[in-house]
């Protein structure tokens, strides 16, 4: 019999935890075996190469795991023989796009890592003004292909983060307030379905159709999404630092603007946030065109900056502006809220909640505590009028908060976690329990119940959904929210 680790360098080895030698050992023959059976498009790695590490990356070091071996399948028929072996034999796995997920364990495993890296593919047809795009991208890359043909895509609004988690749960963009979330201008999605069958969903394949709008990553693996594209020029915008004395302004500011600017191609970020102990703010601002009328933004150009980077610019070099991917977090979690709009009261509390969670959090190891105020125009979830998602479950108005810490030390990830809760329970129940709003997925907490981001009724269709294309729970093998 082989000997499971014949093609492992034992002194990488002596740096695995006993657990994770037991799942190599455990695993290696899957790996093996999917090695001998996808087609030369496709490669399997392990521990020890440069794009096994690559493979297994990701933005935040508490979502990344040792898998026993990655796979890069460079076909969707070789996605679904991968499906198959790994459902034959039971064992867990993971499929990762970018790797920004927040959550741990929703894109990494011990056990068979898929990594999307070789769906990178980018072709815009022109007849339809559809873009399909390569499972395995990061946004930088398609703003960049798209480019040349001035057209582009409803997509992510910072550097680094995939496609692919990002549009299977909904998509807030710079874009939103003119044409929805990227789910709302999905026309198709290339799909393995867990027993291996690749095929193409769109509209006419209505349960499917929703249930991937927003609904996650139990229907399979998706290779490739189809995208509605939209004329694009230059636009405006950029990042301005403000320190921690002008929080209260940089509020005010953010309502004011929220109240009075309806240009649905204005759009900012607002984030309060305590870093390595102090106080201070972030606001990512946007304007859809080269330059933004007269006074669009002057609530925020008025309040002394620390440092300001606002011009006319690419829409690529718009979402690079954005320090993210600098220093990226140790250990880290996101939570939300979903408010009807901001008002002076939540403002309030959110300010509060920043200095005294930052207060306390940063005595735990916390490095940067913050919350992003995402003041989206009124009505912009019916703006794209194809509404039919599993998330959101309901178009009335409602805008997300978006909670961020990090950390780092993994004694404290259950502090921080259930601070990242209480957090949110506190905001939200500033605007009482009934007027509660479905929570966005892609910023939810792992254990977030379901009804909390789809509804009771979307939870049951998405339940049936999934039974009726994963009758084994195939996909319950990955990380991700579980049906
Ligand atoms: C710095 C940062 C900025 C962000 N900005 C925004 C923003 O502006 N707007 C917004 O809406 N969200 C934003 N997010 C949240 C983002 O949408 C999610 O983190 C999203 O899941 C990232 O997608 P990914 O492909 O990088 O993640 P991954 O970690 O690769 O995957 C996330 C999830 O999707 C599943 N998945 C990945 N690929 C596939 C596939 N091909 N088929 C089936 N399942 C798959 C994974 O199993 C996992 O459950 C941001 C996150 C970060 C960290
Ligand atoms: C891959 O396999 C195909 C046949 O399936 C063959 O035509 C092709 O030459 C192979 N490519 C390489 C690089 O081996
Ligand atoms: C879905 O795709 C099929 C096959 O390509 C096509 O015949 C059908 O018209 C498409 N449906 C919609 C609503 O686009
Ligand atoms: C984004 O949402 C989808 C759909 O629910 C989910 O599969 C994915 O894991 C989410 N990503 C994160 C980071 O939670
Ligand atoms: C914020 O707005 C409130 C009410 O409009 C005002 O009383 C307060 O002085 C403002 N604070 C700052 C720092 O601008
Ligand atoms: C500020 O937030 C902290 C943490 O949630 C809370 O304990 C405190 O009571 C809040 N203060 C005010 C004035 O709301
Ligand atoms: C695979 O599953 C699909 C449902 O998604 C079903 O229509 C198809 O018949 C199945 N194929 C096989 C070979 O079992």
Excluded at 215 to 244: A, D, H, S, W
Excluded at 374 to 389: I, K, N, V
């Amino acid at each position: 019999m082989r000997h499971p680790f014949s093609s492992l360098p034992c002194l990488l080895l002596a740096s695995f935890s006993a657990r994770q030698a037991y799942a190599l050992v455990e695993y290696i023959d899957v790996c093996n075996e999917i090695k001998t059976s996808v087609s030369n498009a496709s490669a399997v790695f392990f521990p020890g190469s440069f794009t096994y590490s690559n493979d297994i990356a990701h933005w935040a070091g508490s979502s990344k795991e040792l898998a026993a071996c990655s796979v890069e399948p460079g076909t969707a028929a070789d996605v679904g023989t991968v499906l198959k072996i790994v459902g034959a034999n039971a064992v867990p796995f993971a499929v990762k796009g970018g790797g920004h997920a927040s959550n741990p364990g929703f894109s990494s495993t011990t056990g068979i890592h898929i990594s999307m890296a070789r769906f990178s593919d980018v072709v815009f047809d022109a007849t339809t003004k559809t873009a399909t795009i390569g499972a395995g991208l990061v946004w930088d890359d398609v703003y960049a292909a798209l480019e040349p043909h001035g057209v582009n895509v409803v997509g992510g609004r910072v550097s680094g983060v995939g496609v692919a988690g990002f549009t299977l749960g909904g998509g807030y963009s710079w874009k939103s307030n003119q044409f929805g979330l990227t789910v709302d201008t999905v026309v198709a999605y290339e799909l393995v379905t867990p027993n291996g069958t690749v095929r193409t969903v769109n509209a006419s394949d209505a349960n499917l159709f929703w249930a991937l709008k927003g609904g996650g990553n139990r229907l399979g693996v998706v290779t490739r999404f189809t995208l509605k594209t939209f004329p694009q020029t230059e636009v405006f915008g950029g990042i301005i630092i403000y320190l921690g004395d002008q929080i209260a302004a940089l509020a005010n500011a953010t309502l004011e603007f929220q109240n009075t600017v309806s240009d649905v191609k204005a759009q900012v970020i607002t984030t309060l946030n305590v870093a390595a102990g102090l106080p201070g703010a972030v606001l990512l601002l946007f304007y859809d065109a080269p330059t933004a009328p007269a006074g669009t933004f002057d609530m925020f150009m008025n309040i002394p900056a620390f440092s300001k980077d606002v011009k006319t610019r690419s829409f690529l070099s718009l979402v690079q502006s954005s320090p993210v991917n600098l220093a990226p977090p140790t250990r880290a979690i996101f939570n939300t809220v979903t408010l009807p709009s901001y008002t002076s009261a939540l403002m309030d509390a959110v300010v509060n909640e920043t200095l005294a969670r930052g207060a306390a959090l940063t005595l735990q190891s916390g490095t940067f505590i913050s919350y992003d105020i995402e003041p989206f125009a009124p009505g912009f979830l019916q703006r794209s009028r194809t509404s039919d998602s599993a998330f959101p479950p309901t178009r009335s108005q409602g805008v997300p908060l978006n909670i961020y810490y990090s950390w780092g030390l993994s004694a404290a990830d259950a502090a921080f976690q259930d601070a990242a809760r209480a957090s949110a329970a506190r905001i939200e129940a500033l605007v009482g329990g009934s007027s509660k709003l479905p929570r966005y997925p892609n910023y939810s907490i792992y254990d977030t119940p379901l009804a909390d981001m789809f509804g009771v009724a979307g939870t049951a269709r998405l339940r049936s959904v999934a039974q009726s294309v994963d009758p084994k729970g195939v996909m319950n093998l990955a990380g991700g929210f579980k049906l």
